[in-house]
């Protein structure tokens, strides 16, 4: 049996009769996630079905018995047109002398732009990689078992380091951080400590597309969008906010909170000061919670507050009454140090509630001690981060700016931004139709055709086609030049790519990649791990 307009057969997991197909895979609008869109719509298929979803009864015999629902459910957000992005990069990954043709990785928002501060540093203090003390061997001591509170050094080092990063005009006390394996178990712990099953937080669009997996799948958390236009700047007004929270009460979801991205992840923005205001007075009226996720705080490089600057939720609500319990921040080392690898993160909260149960949550996602002694020696060195600041600032401002500037001259804008590891670029014009399909198309053409992965809006849940999110920072200059001249031969030639020589130059001989079959897709996306998110933070 073939879906209407289709041209591969459709299999669930595991080959299963078409029927079953997760209903995240089917009709636009009635798809596993939220905004006129499904999380896994059907990018080499027309087809418009409506299928069962697998988190509903209906759906045992699809599993077979061999797990829970729970787990097979597609809310977790891999079949995203964000993650198969990150596949077909997988497939074939650019490399300057192997595969010079190869796709470009441009949706990872990583920064591998000051690796070399830290390694110096590494070089110059060897007891610290070393595991030693004052020369002396402490393997013994930090291979026992540690307290999930964390070692208290390491604590006081990243309490003050998290001061530091908003100009000391927070203090952070280390009583009230709790530690997690990255910034995504600090958001899930969150929500599985602030809302029941079925209740919801609100999240202003576009937004981070893992989100959908941190918060929701295995907490029973919605989401519900704050509808957000690029007619100003897509930020938050206090007459969004108010049509999301009466929209989630006419779907019956009670509203436990409001989570933002600040720096905002995908915009690259940061929230000004009445945003903030707007956003306190009113998880204040309406009683709930407000979570600021501020694990680019490092990146932004505005060279003053009146032309920007980052504000943190915890400075924004100082002098206020009755507010402190409510606000809580998530932050993370792998944006500002690039250290995603080492799975550090935190929340901070002054809700002694919350800390108690978010402390008795960190036992499933601990940081390693031998991480958390390498970090206290490398935040306690204050002459060391204070360096670290403003020269990995400074880097992420040239090569922001080498980005813009590469863009403006081939035709293409970028939503004005002071701030991450990628702009929120408008490719609208491009578009075949002012449409998500048009999006998906161009889309492909740009991953397919041009080599670049790059994230499209409808991953973000922007409710405008057109946007995609393109990172920078994870590349050396050279390769970003290449990507840059590979859009430029693509919108000079029309939207469609000539492709580059053995050498990465742009030149006459047109290659394309081949596009999997949707059901090989499917298959292979149900062995995939979930390193290909960003967010391994």
Known sequence: MEGRGCNDMLVCHH?????????????LGKGGGTGPYPLGELLFCSAMCTHINPCSPDANTLWHGVVRRKAACNTHGQDSSYFLGWQEYEKNPYDPKTNPSGIIQMG?????????????????????????????????????????????????????????LRGNKVKFDSSKLVLTAGSTSANETLMFCLAEPGEAFLLPTPYYPGFDRDLKWRTGAEIVPIHCSSSNGFRITKSALEKAYQQARKQNLRVKGVLVTNPSNPLGTTLNRSELDTLIDFVVAKGIHLIGDEIYSGTNFADSPSSGGFIS?????????????????????SKDLGLPG?????????NEAVVAAATKMSS?????SQTQYLLAALLSDKEFTRKYVSENRRRIKERHGRLVEGLRRIGIDCLKSDSGLFCW????HLLSSNSFRGEMELWKKIVYEVGLNISPGSSCHCDEPGWFRVCFANMSAATLDLALRRVEDFVVSGGHSSGDDDNGRSGRRRYRIKKPSFARWMLSLSSSSDRRSERGC
């Open 15 to 27: 080959g299963v009769h078409p029927s079953l197909v997760p209903q995240a895979m089917g009709r």
């Open 342 to 350: 080492f799975r550090v993160g935190a929340i901070y909260s002054n």
């Open 364 to 368: 499933f996602g601990l940081v390693s």
């Open 108 to 164: 990872l928002a990583e920064n591998q732009l000051s690796f070399d501060l830290i390694e110096t540093w590494l070089e110059l203090h060897p007891d610290a990689l070393g595991l030693r003390r004052d020369g002396t061997l402490v393997f013994r001591e930090l291979a026992l078992f540690q307290d999930y509170h964390g070692l208290p050094e390491f604590k006081k080092a990243l309490a003050d380091f998290m001061g530091e």
């Open 313 to 333: 939720v915890l400075e924004a609500m100082q002098g206020r009454q009755n507010v402190s319990d409510r606000i809580h921040v998530v932050y993370s080392l």
């Open 425 to 428: 670029v408008d490719m609208r």
